[in-house]
């Protein structure tokens, strides 16, 4: 009975996505490069706009941490992280013809966070935590920033923000039909639809975007002359730290069990590269 009432509204959300992203057409932000990553992208925002907010955000965040003294601490561990940047720079070219004039900026906060970031256009901040508490060479240090890199090279922060103002738009339109169907609030229909939406389709999108950033990461890691097989040392140690993950698919990113696997099949298939950027490990 329930399923009978719910198929018109399942239709009609379907539907309404559908029309989304039929308004913009599917496109390819990279090439595949010898990982393979050639998945179609559609994107819902310009990235003018993903990459004018991006840009604001990026210098409040330095503005904030230079507030509190917090950026750039340490000169030695900057020239190190901004190092390893102008190597993985040009290696970009691989995959984005534009990429290599992005304006590129390299920041390192002072913090026990067990992070980093590229944001959209080439706005990259490494935390102190990360390289200390991990204690991370530089082969595995070029692997965290290739793959916050190729997060930005890809353009998934754009293609996130599109596909979360589609399930919004989705779930409040579902919660409204929900509401006038069973007499019941639109509200409630709208966060039942918002969390089927977020684990049915937002997640596993995630999941699939770490993956692809995880390829072209250990390529653009060993084009630049960096072991691939790091990677894999780095999710060895993140494994060792990190724990209390929950179950792979509540989570956006992958367990740390597949994505070493993956890595491992990877970073053979990319190793010539290092060879030919005249590097070995």
């Known amino acids: 009975m329930l399923r009978r009432h719910f198929a018109p509204l399942r239709w009609c959300c379907l539907l309404l996505l559908a029309s989304l992203a039929a308004g913009c057409a599917a496109t390819r932000t990279t090439t595949a490069g010898r990982v393979g990553v050639d998945r179609e992208q559609t994107m819902l ?3 003018n706009e993903v990459n004018r907010a991006a840009a604001k955000a990026y210098q409040e965040t330095l503005r904030e941490a230079q507030g509190k003294n917090l950026l750039n601490r ?17 290696a970009t070219a691989a995959f984005r013809s534009d990429a290599p004039a992005w304006r590129w900026e390299v920041n390192v906060i002072r913090s026990r966070e ?19 508490q991990l204690q991370l060479s530089d082969d595995e240090l070029a692997a965290v920033m290739a793959h916050e890199v190729a997060h930005a090279l890809r353009e998934h ?16 339109i579902g919660g409204a039909l929900i509401g006038a169907y069973f007499g019941i609030d639109s509200g409630l229909g709208r966060t039942v639809l918002g969390t089927v939406g977020d684990l049915a389709f937002m997640r596993p999108n995630s ?12 390529e653009l890691a ?14 060895e140690k ?20 597949t994505r070493i696997a993956d890595l491992r099949v990877y970073a053979e298939r990319v190793r010539p590269l290092q060879e030919a950027a005249g590097r070995t490990p």
């Open 45 to 47: 925002v310009s990235s």
């Open 74 to 90: 340490d000169a030695q561990q900057l020239a190190r992280v901004r190092q390893i940047a102008a190597r993985l720079i040009p």
């Open 114 to 132: 067990l992070n980093a970031w590229c944001m959209p256009g080439g706005k990259i901040v490494v935390y102190s935590g990360l390289i200390e």
């Open 157 to 172: 922060g754009r293609e996130k923000a599109g596909q979360a103002a589609g399930v919004n738009t989705a779930a409040a």
């Open 207 to 218: 999941r699939e975007m770490e993956q692809e950033a995880d390829r072209v990461g250990i």
């Open 222 to 235: 060993a084009r630049a002359g960096y072991d691939p097989e790091a990677a894999i040392r780095l999710w």
């Open 238 to 257: 993140m494994g060792r730290t990190v724990g209390g993950r929950p179950p792979e698919w509540l989570s956006t990113h992958p367990a740390n069990e």
